[in-house]
């Protein structure tokens, strides 16, 4: 599975940003799709996730009421629309996915539990 990110950028506190991150290859065996952020000398972190099947969402507390997840209709891709962004969202975010299911005992703020990472897009959030 081949991931390709985009949509990242400079953006003044309080706009928007929207980040796609397109799947390619055997994605059939794919759980979901989501997002994880890393900020410069911190730990990479969760962010969002999709679930193909159910079109389940989840979402990390410091973005939930802000980001929205969403499936790409018009291919194998997804959607992170950021509103209101702040400059503590500033950060490179990647998109990752996962074959493993939340019934199956998914962690999915545990990156060592996604199989598949694309590269890096960056978000800069000024004040």
């Given at each position: 599975?081949?991931?390709q990110a985009s949509g990242g950028g400079l953006v003044q506190a309080g706009?928007?940003?929207r980040l796609s991150c397109a799947a390619s290859g055997p994605t059939r065996r794919s759980y979901g799709l989501g997002w994880f952020r890393q900020a410069p000398g911190k730990k990479r972190e969760f962010v969002a996730l999709f679930g193909w099947s159910r079109?389940?969402?989840?979402?990390?507390?410091?973005?939930?009421?802000?980001?929205?997840?969403?499936?790409?209709?018009a291919k194998i891709a997804?959607?992170?629309?950021?509103?209101?962004?702040?400059?503590e969202d500033t950060a490179v975010y990647f998109c990752a996915a996962t074959n493993k299911r939340?019934?199956?005992?998914?962690?999915?703020?545990?990156?060592d539990q996604y199989d598949y990472w694309?590269?890096?897009?960056?978000?800069t959030v000024s004040s």
């Open positions: 599975v081949q991931l706009g928007s940003l079109g389940s969402t989840y979402y990390s507390d410091s973005v939930k009421g802000r980001f929205t997840i969403s499936r790409d209709n997804v959607v992170l629309q950021m509103n209101n962004l702040k400059p939340p019934a199956a005992g998914l962690e999915i703020d545990n990156l694309g590269q890096g897009t960056l978000v």
